[in-house]
């Protein structure tokens, strides 16, 4: 059986700040699989690499710009977004409290701050030149984006960055959006997200079509991964940080881990594949 892959959330978020180059460069330190991270995309037509629609939480954008609530990324051109520190408030919030328990060294804090909002060209060509692959995720645009043509833009910038499709695997919650990539880079492998609403029970017909699915772990029992498996299915789940709860799912036979903590679940994950050596 394959290894379980572990996927750094949104790069090794518990030690760096989220979804900057500092986080992915985290993840590849500490021999995460892949990273995964979140696409949102300037007003100008910048794709960035992004988690929330608004810029308040992780970067400083309330202070420079104390006019513009509620910050949201689609309003700001990417000279605006270009201008914003994505770092200092990772040692001001310690949001996994790994500062506090001693696991990020004060030279990798220093360097936190004035870290920027990465563009998708400088993800991609990170992820390139490591030799490493990421999980690509387009999330719904908020206004006045709702209709840009992601996609296509992703493709523009893969080209430019001449990145080989092996190294990228696009992922949404937007099925009609996999459905397009499918249809103009087969090769580049589509993952179909579901779970995003924490308190519904997940529809699996509705990804009967995908042969790789990304889902919610607390809507997802090791049961539900050992059918799914029996199915023919590849199986990641997001988001797992505990190492018990990893270790079932890794037993169940799960493809990957979307994980906050990739630094305690690449040797679990390790260790379970020796275990299971001739
Ligand atoms: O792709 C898995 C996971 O990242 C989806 O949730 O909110 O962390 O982007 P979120
Ligand atoms: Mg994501």
Known sequence: MKRTQIIAHRGARSLAPENTLAAAEKGLEVGADLWETDVGVSADGVLIIFHDDSLKRTTNAAEVYPDRAPWTF??????????????????????????????????????????????????LA???????????????????????????????????????PEQVRLSSFQHHWLAQARSLRPEVEV??????????????????????????????????????????KKINLFTVNETDEAARYIEAGVSGLFSDFPQDLVPLALAAAGKETP
């Not at 994505?86 to 001001?92: E, I, K, L, V, Y």
């Not at 490591?130 to 719904?140: A, P």
């Not at 997802?220 to 498996?229: A, H, I, W």
């Open 74 to 123: 689609s309003e700001f051109t990417y000279s605006e977004i270009e201008r914003l520190d994505a770092g200092s408030w990772f040692d001001r919030d310690d949001p996994f409290g790994q500062i506090a328990a001693g696991r990020v060294g004060l030279a990798d804090q220093q360097g936190y701050v004035g870290l920027k909002v990465p563009t998708v060209e400088e993800a």
């Open 126 to 164: 990170f992820t390139k030149d490591n030799d490493w692959v990421v999980n690509i995720e387009l999330k719904k645009l908020p206004p006045p984006l709702e209709n840009f043509p992601v996609v296509t833009e992703f493709f523009r910038v893969m080209d430019r960055v001449r990145i080989a």
């Open 191 to 232: 993952q179909a997200l579901v779970g995003y609403h924490r308190d519904r029970p997940i529809d699996w017909r509705a990804v009967e079509d995908y042969q790789t699915i990304n889902a919610r772990a607390t809507l997802t029992p090791p049961e539900k991964v050992r059918q799914l498996v029996a199915a023919g």
